[in-house]
Nanobody, 125 residues
Framework: QVQLVESGGGLVQAGGSLRLSCTVSTRTFSRYSMGWFRQAPGKEREFVAAISRTGGSTYYADSVKGRFAISRDNAKNTVYLQMNSLKPEDTAVYLC??????????????????WGQGTQVTVSS
């Protein structure tokens, strides 16, 4: 069973930074495309960023482009989300997800196979 565990969330002032981590329990981490999603209270889950199996390709939602950066370390079974210039509207539970099938990392949540429990990010104004 593949398990994903997120960490690094917290409370930060607007303009600040956080780095989220997601560690995956699998011997074949490099076979998974990885994605970050977020869900704010009363809102639907939305795509944030995704990264290919090798890390050579990355994809971002327009709302975070230029502020967030996704990366991965296959030797550590970990994917990261560096979040800079945070805004109050970035407040949400951030979840990481793993996909074992698609050649290109999906931007649709339903296409991912495994999910973490999420980590709360709160940005104060």
């Amino acid at each position: 069973q593949v398990q994903l565990v997120e960490s690094g969330g917290g409370l930060v002032q607007a303009g600040g930074s956080l780095r989220l981590s997601c560690t995956v329990s699998t011997r074949t981490f490099s076979r998974y495309s990885m994605g970050w999603f977020r869900q704010a209270p009363g809102k639907e889950r939305e795509f944030v960023a995704a990264i290919s199996r090798t890390g050579g390709s990355t994809y971002y939602a327009d709302s975070v482009k230029g502020r967030f950066a996704i990366s991965r370390d296959n030797a550590k079974n970990t994917v990261y989300l560096q979040m800079n210039s945070l805004k109050p509207e970035d407040t949400a539970v951030y979840l990481c997800a793993a996909d074992s099938y698609a050649s290109r990392p999906p931007v649709v949540g339903s296409e991912y196979d495994y999910w973490g429990q999420g980590t709360q990010v709160t940005v104060s104004s």
